[in-house]
């Protein structure tokens, strides 16, 4: 792709090799990781392969990057514009995330805005600006010129910076140490396969049937934002290390099948209401989950802070530790009535006849902001 001769290039030049020298080491570090997978896709495209470097400004190659204006992954897509283009957003996913599908959307978005524009610098300003914007700039200005529409006052300071430092930035990351960018520790490719799941599983499930660490399947996946795959979806693509494709594909035909109930496992304690003095340690004690799956499973990390009644998930596959061990009853079929006294709530119930809130709940149909009247008979634990 031609450099022009513009002197808001070589601003954004000397500004990466200064000021932002060391995001922009990190940056370049983390490219290599998904460079060579990201030209494929742009050839198989019939792409440009240096359109690969809209990563760099838009995410410094991060698939985790979230901005203010909640756009996220490699390619920071909005959420209309990726489901536009095919990707998935919802409670239990985002596939704005994933490496693979993200740059295909990317590239089938950038197709579409070449069509529209027949110039590649508008197409990268209709990128951050969107193509109503773009188009009523090019109107407005009466050229398909973009470096003239950037003189005018029809776009935004955001959108006359975009291509220079897009420019800028390509430049740079083509030849480093011409540009004073020496011993970066650059990351190995990304070399894995994509597999389509047919049925919902946990994500340690899957991290165990690939033969690989729990973090490192989420660093392969960060699309998946709770503890298993999206239940509602019919069909799911995993991202797999190349060399252990044939072994996963073997491991999850013996897999059992986890069907949406035992996702949502409810009635066995798979979703538990924070009370007063409870932390994340007191519960994975509570239910006998390692701490780490019980921040997987809630998109939750060591500092965060939970709140009194908020409600967090037990994975499916622990929320029956506490019955196998004895500890409730809500594992029998041992229930009995019981007319609520004055003063009597389902915290205390749970305490008193040593089950849970949840269990309680589930036994008499309980759901929302259900409120226990006196006189009122509900289905308790036997003791």
Do not use: C
């Not at 009523?136 to 975009?162: H, L, M, Q």
């Amino acid at each position: 792709m031609r450099v022009p001769d513009d002197p808001s290039i070589e601003w954004y030049s000397t500004y990466f090799q200064t000021a932002a020298r060391s995001h922009f080491s990190v940056w370049l570090s983390r490219s290599t990781r998904y460079l060579p997978m990201m030209k494929a896709i742009f050839r198989e495209e019939g792409l440009p392969e240096d359109l690969v470097y809209l990563s760099l400004i838009e995410s410094g190659f991060s698939p985790r990057a979230y901005s203010y204006s909640r756009a996220a992954g490699l390619w920071q897509f909005m959420r209309g514009t990726g489901r536009k283009y095919g990707l998935r957003v919802n409670a239990w996913i985002d596939q704005r995330r994933d490496p693979v599908l993200s740059t295909r959307a990317a590239a089938n978005y950038l197709k579409d805005l070449y069509t529209e524009f027949h110039s590649w610098s508008l197409a990268l300003a209709a990128y951050n600006a969107g193509e109503g914007k773009m188009a009523n700039a090019v109107a407005d200005t009466g050229t398909k010129d973009y470096w003239e529409i950037r003189n005018s006052n029809s776009i935004s300071n955001e959108t006359k910076d975009y291509v220079p430092k897009f420019l800028a930035a390509m430049k740079i990351a083509k030849d480093p140490s011409r540009y004073g960018f020496a011993n970066i520790e650059y990351h190995p490719p990304l070399e894995t396969e994509s597999v389509a799941l047919h049925h919902p599983a946990e994500i340690r499930v899957l991290a165990r049937a690939a033969g690989v660490s729990l973090s490192t399947f989420r660093k392969l996946n960060p699309e998946f934002t709770r503890w298993a795959t999206p239940p509602h979806m019919s069909s799911v693509s995993v991202n797999i290390p190349a060399e252990k494709q044939a072994m996963f594909l073997a491991n999850l035909d013996h897999l059992p099948k986890t069907s949406r109930h035992d996702l949502y496992a409810d009635a066995n304690g798979g979703v538990h209401t924070i009370r007063p003095g409870e932390s994340l340690w007191t519960i994975s004690r509570r239910y006998r989950v390692p701490m780490q799956a019980l921040m997987d499973a809630n998109g939750l990390t060591s500092s965060s802070i939970i709140h009194t009644g908020k409600r967090i998930v037990i994975p499916a596959s622990y929320a029956s530790n506490r019955y196998r061990h004895g500890s409730v009853h809500e594992g029998t079929n041992r229930w009995m009535r019981h007319r609520i006294r004055r003063g009597e709530s389902l915290f205390a119930l749970a305490k008193r006849f040593r089950t849970t809130i949840s269990a309680i709940r589930s036994k008499n149909h309980l759901f929302g902001r259900s409120f226990l009247r006196e006189g009122q008979t509900i289905m308790v634990p036997a003791r």
